[in-house]
């Protein structure tokens, strides 16, 4: 029974890919050093996937796949290769503003940023104008399948599909994208016979498109693509994930490709439907395997329900993940330190690739081939669904007594607004930051340190409020209005959180990609939540002891802290959501007590919990907003909320957003120039606003013009007395000359548009 996935990891299993490319860009590694580690962390990926029947090949990516794509496709912004440099030069340009050979000069506009579907991985938006073409520049995917072939393994590689690539990315102009599709096939043609003449087998082309609401033009688009794709001498695998197909089921099965894969964990009531529809010369490929969570598969259970279906398609069958293994961490065998219960019922990618091996010996030779293994498998499911840390009586009464008055505040917004400005005493247009300031490797290496034993508390607290020290009274120096303590203490937004929280587990080498080099450690909720103690009030209360400015309190909300953790799938999301509200809750009353009447609850990931089908985003909406209302909304009139949020599309729900009341909202506009205030041409967003006026992930400096023109254009649409001035998202992995030089020219600009 062939055995494959759809994509592995790529940041290797101790973040080798993030330090090579962080040396790559500083000048410190050359690029034939980096290149040579890129080779090493493919091999060593292909070697772990031995136990399967393909591998995949283009799956690795130095920065974003769907930017890959661009590149292979000659989709490249004509401002990456204005100046002089190798394609990788303008591969960094478009990925983060400026590539190594920049550095001694001004950077470029890098490329929009936005969420992979309804994960946590940021790609770089395609970009399209009436005028663009095509060409085909396949030499990255042909060295890596001559790399796999050469190291003895049968290789699959993994495309982004010709209609999918259009709909990710955006039109530059007024043009329609959709118009591009017969310039773009043609080079999808030469690209499959490329890799046929290449030795490729089989080809996966990923159309997650197929898993949303289509309307008629896009499904003509598909079938016009595939009608003449078909033709091609290479295998064609149709790969679908993160959904069910639903009406596009039927439609889908009847595209002339070779095979289909479907996410069989979200999607498998509709597998019934499809095993009866499967034209008998296609393979179908059944995504078993979470590939969006670290819990273990209930091996024997999947045997039960596969053995039927094995006997039906015998080698029609496909096994695999549910999706690309980019989700989750890379070998959970790392993890010494963790709890050796929590541990057991835990599979990282590796472990994945193992249950493939053990549900193919059991398919294919029978379950006394692998007693032992599924031995193993049993005890592990069974410990983690009787184990009495998981549940918590107390908690679970507590979310039983939530009621309505809980998420209202006592006033409406206009009433707190004038007494929020008494208070606060702040000028037009006020200039804030997001929370985090840069975390330097002093602060690194002193919560390491603290982490291993070798500093004391008192000796680990002295050094944090010297930070904090440090970040106010620059803050005061430039000129800011609402000062924040630049979280020195914090190593992650949600595992900080999380480690103060009962319910929840950690690892230390448990990192997944969420953009090129940055790497986040999502926690584990294994069990009920709730919040043992305060968890930030001591750190906000010095800081503002330290200016006579507005210090704002900074917390994560409990949808962010839900959508960026490995989450319990023994209850329902929302569930598990409310118990979070209620901790967070606890915390903001308790900021308010000690006398932090700013605080900013940031809901980063709102959008990416958003279900992929529009029909299914009413529920989530009403659960997930009104947690953040639960957690917020405690406070008397005088205390102001602020809430955050980041790269990702937001016009759409603004209804939503508005309706959590938050009396502040920062929202990400500076990569789209704005883009994200057309909504606003039509939508009264009834409170107060900071669009992000720079992009924090790229080096760059903002002009103090830039600044204001982006102020200007936000103006148009929104009265000045409800705007503020901000960088987009936080400061914490930018270097201290950028920053300052960035946030005085800020400041500057809000002088500025003041004066005007």
Not at 49 to 63: A, E, I, K
Not at 463 to 486: F, P, S, Y
Not at 638 to 663: G, K, R
Request: net charge negative.
């Amino acid at each position: 029974m062939p055995t494959h996935i759809l994509g592995f990891p790529r940041i290797g299993a101790k973040r080798e890919l993030k330090t090579a490319l962080e040396a790559f860009w500083k000048g410190d590694l050359p690029a034939q050093e980096l290149a040579s580690t890129a080779q090493s962390l493919r091999r060593a990926h292909w070697a772990q996937q031995r136990t399967l029947d393909m591998v995949s090949v283009g799956d690795f990516s130095l920065y974003d796949h769907v930017l890959d794509m661009s590149f292979t496709l000659g989709n490249i912004p004509s401002r990456a290769t204005a100046s002089p440099g190798s394609e990788l030069d303008a591969y960094f340009r478009i990925a983060r503003g400026r590539s190594a050979a920049d550095r001694s000069k001004d950077g470029v506009n890098a490329g929009e940023m936005t969420k992979w579907l309804d994960t946590n991985y940021h790609y770089i938006v395609p970009e399209f104008t009436k005028d663009t073409t095509f060409s085909l520049n396949a030499d990255r995917l042909l060295d890596q399948l001559a790399e796999a072939h050469k190291d003895g393994r049968q290789a699959k590689p993994v495309i982004i599909g010709p209609v999918t690539y259009l709909w990710l990315g955006k039109a530059k102009d007024d043009s329609d994208k959709s118009k591009l599709l017969p310039r773009l096939v043609p080079v999808y043609e030469q690209l499959l016979n490329a890799l046929h003449k290449a030795g490729a087998q089989w080809v996966q082309i990923d159309e997650p498109i197929l898993v949303t609401e289509l309307d008629a033009s896009w499904r003509a688009m598909l079938e016009a693509t595939y009608n003449r794709l078909a033709s091609s001498p290479v295998k064609s695998l149709l790969a679908t994930y993160f959904g069910t197909l639903e009406e596009n089921l039927d439609f889908a099965l009847g595209l002339p490709t070779n095979g289909i894969h479907i996410d069989a964990v979200r999607g498998r009531s509709e597998v019934p439907q499809i095993v009866d529809a499967l034209p008998g010369d296609k393979v179908l490929s059944l995504g078993v395997i979470d590939g969006r969570n670290i819990w273990k598969s209930d091996l024997t259970a999947l045997l039960d329900w596969l053995e039927p279906l094995a006997t039906q398609l015998g080698d029609r069958l496909w096994l695999a993940p549910s999706c690309s293994l980019l989700h989750v961490p890379v070998d959970v065998e790392l993890e010494d330190a963790m709890d050796a219960e929590i541990r057991s019922w835990l599979a990282f990618a590796t472990q994945k690739l193992d249950e493939l091996r053990i549900l193919d010996i059991a398919l294919t030779q029978g379950r006394d081939a692998v007693s032992t293994d599924l031995a193993d498998n049993a005890r592990a499911i069974h410990s983690r669904q009787t184990s009495t840390r998981v549940h918590n009586p107390t908690v679970k009464e507590r979310v039983r007594a939530i009621t309505t008055e809980m998420g209202r505040r006592n006033s409406p917004y206009n009433e707190r607004r004038n007494r929020q400005k008494d208070a606060l005493n702040l000028p037009l247009y006020p200039t804030t930051t997001i929370g985090s300031f840069p975390q330097t490797k002093d602060i690194r290496a002193a919560r390491l340190r603290f982490r291993k034993g070798e500093l004391d508390t008192k000796a680990y607290t002295e050094q944090m409020r010297h930070q904090i020290e440090t970040v106010v009274a620059e803050q005061e120096k430039l000129g800011l209005d609402v000062l924040v303590h630049g979280e020195p203490e914090r190593n992650d937004m949600v595992e900080y959180f999380g480690t103060h929280l009962e319910g929840y587990a950690f690892s230390a080498y448990g990192w997944v990609q969420s953009y090129g080099s940055r790497c986040v450690k999502p926690p584990i909720i294994f069990g009920d939540v709730s919040r043992p103690g305060p968890i930030t009030v001591k750190w906000s209360t010095f800081a503002q002891s330290l200016t006579e400015k507005p210090m704002k309190g900074m917390l994560t909300g409990p949808v962010t802290l839900l959508n960026w953790s490995f989450v319990r799938n023994d209850q329902p999301r929302a569930q598990s959501c409310r118990q979070l509200s209620l901790a967070m809750r606890d915390e903001v009353l308790d900021l308010e007590k000690a006398g932090i009447h700013v605080i900013q609850i940031d809901e980063a990931a709102l959008r990416e919990g958003l279900p992929l089908r529009k029909s299914q985003w009413s529920d989530y909406l009403d659960w997930a907003v009104a947690s953040y209302r639960i957690t917020a909304n405690g406070v008397q009139d005088v205390t102001q909320i602020h809430t955050h949020m980041c790269y990702s599309e937001f016009n759409d729900i603004i209804a939503a957003i508005a309706d959590m009341d938050a009396d502040v909202i920062t929202i990400e506009t500076s990569r789209s120039d704005m883009e994200l205030l057309d909504v606003f041409d039509d939508f009264s967003y009834p409170n107060e606003i900071g669009p992000g006026v720079y992009d924090i992930h790229s080096p760059n400096i903002p002009s103090v013009d830039s600044i204001v023109d982006l102020m200007r254009k936000a103006a148009q649409r929104i009265p000045a007395e409800r705007l503020w001035v901000n960088p987009d998202c936080g400061l914490k992995t930018r270097a201290w000359p950028e920053t300052l030089a960035s946030l005085e020219n800020m400041v500057t600009a809000a002088k500025q548009l003041r004066g005007q």
